[in-house]
């Protein structure tokens, strides 16, 4: 596989300022990824459903199964390896190599799904994984008192899961698992609490036949000095989450271990940056309401721009100087005739306002393209005009995001 180079060329702060002072007439390059040194990617998952996500919230914990299945096939092809956490351990503490494309798989909380969706997936591709799991969530399932939202995986599937050698099992705490005032319960805890809570946790695994839990998974990836510090009394590893980074290295804090969440609707071009380590600021973009994106995937590194844009209806409309410029299109806007005239190769596209009616090398179309002028510029459709300029346009609707692959 072809390696590419990347390197991140524009802070966040920088695009974040352009974009509030309205002021984004031109493409700023945002990213521009290189290869990391040597690292393990810490994938994290929760929820995984086989129904429509219309069916859940907007929450970034659960994905569909179409999806999981498509990211551990692409894992699959592309040789990535799935560590256990011992290998991990040998990694941080006695800094034993790992294969150059390895990553970590990891599910939190411990949903019946991972049992019944991810399991079979998983040992399809011969792939190993991590469940953090709530031990008063386990208990809960078994007395069948409580329902909860998802159901938890109960004593036989965990006990089979392991047997199975696909899955280990680490700590999510027994009853931390709580957010008070914003914050995790874990936070707010004492050293004896916090103790009571692990040694209440070992006492489950312990009851039901897994061995001690070696790594934590601090919930909602919040932790203090005192929970530090009582974790490294009880395990190996401590596992924080956040959406933007999940590398560690050889010299990272074996306490301190990022993970990224797979969110619902990741593309596979943001997959692969994830495993790259080089997502750290590609994922804030969507949350504007009047950015897009533009990511050109070339022979030697991937380059992303954010456009100014809106929407209307089920279409993205996008500043076409500004997006088409990168892709090498030259736009000229002609005043006089009122019309948009885009160049690329020994094609030329004419399209005019306010009709919509479109000339490609002198020869009319025979349906519109719609193009709207707003404060002197002129915003298009993109991918209703690429097709005829020999660019092929990939989109992703959800992230308002749109992929060229540059030979």
């Known amino acids: 596989m072809k390696k590419r180079l990347f390197k991140l060329i524009i802070s966040n702060v920088f695009i974040l300022s352009l974009y509030m002072s309205s002021l984004i007439t031109t493409v700023f390059p945002i990213i521009e990824l290189t290869n990391s040194p040597s690292h393990v990617t810490v994938l994290c998952y929760h929820h995984i459903t086989d129904e429509p996500l219309l069916n859940f919230s907007t929450t970034k914990a659960i994905i569909t199964k179409e999806e999981f299945e498509s990211q551990m096939k692409y894992l699959f092809e592309n040789d990535y390896h799935t560590a256990s956490l011992s290998e991990i351990e040998e990694y941080l503490y006695n800094k034993i190599p790992l294969p150059e494309k390895t ?98 946790l070992n006492g489950v695994f312990e009851e039901i036949g897994l061995p001690k839990p070696r790594a934590i998974a601090f919930p909602y990836g919040h932790y203090n000095k005192i929970a530090l510090e009582i974790s490294k009394k009880y395990y190996k590893l401590g596992f924080t989450v ?22 619902p609707n990741t593309s596979k071009e943001i997959f692969s940056a994830m495993l790259k380590g080089s997502i750290k600021n590609i994922n ?70 306010p009709d919509g009616f479109a000339v490609l090398n002198g020869s009319p179309l025979n349906h519109k393209i719609n ?35 540059k030979e």
């Open 103 to 200: 990553v970590l798989i990891t599910f939190d909380d411990g949903y019946e799904s991972v049992y019944k969706i991810a399991y079979p997936i998983l040992k399809k591709y011969g792939f190993k994984a991590v469940v953090f799991l709530i031990g008063s969530s386990i208990k809960k399932d078994e007395n069948s008192k409580v329902i909860t939202k998802f159901k938890h995986l109960n004593v036989k599937q965990i006990l089979e899961m392991q047997k199975s050698g696909v899955f280990e099992f680490g700590s999510h705490t027994f009853n931390m698992h709580r957010l008070v005032d914003k914050k995790s319960i874990l936070t707010l805890s004492s050293k004896e609490e916090i103790a009571k809570d692990f040694e209440e």
């Open 284 to 353: 804030i973009i969507p949350r504007y309401p009047n950015v897009a994106r533009l990511i050109i995937n070339e022979k030697e590194q991937i380059k992303s721009y954010i456009i100014e844009s809106f929407s209307k209806g089920n279409a993205n409309f996008v500043a076409a100087k500004a997006f088409f410029a990168p892709l090498g299109v030259e736009t000229i806007w002609d005043t006089q005739n009122k019309s948009i005239i885009l160049k690329k190769g020994d094609n030329t596209l004419n399209i005019y306002h």
């Open 242 to 263: 956040n959406l933007k980074d999940g590398t560690i290295y050889k010299s990272s804090d074996p306490f301190l271990l990022k993970r990224i969440i797979v969110s």
């Open 371 to 405: 193009l709207i002028v707003k404060n002197g510029k002129a915003y298009i459709i993109p991918e209703t005009a690429t097709k005829y300029l020999g660019i092929n346009l990939k989109k992703n609707n959800l992230e308002k995001a749109f992929f060229y692959y």
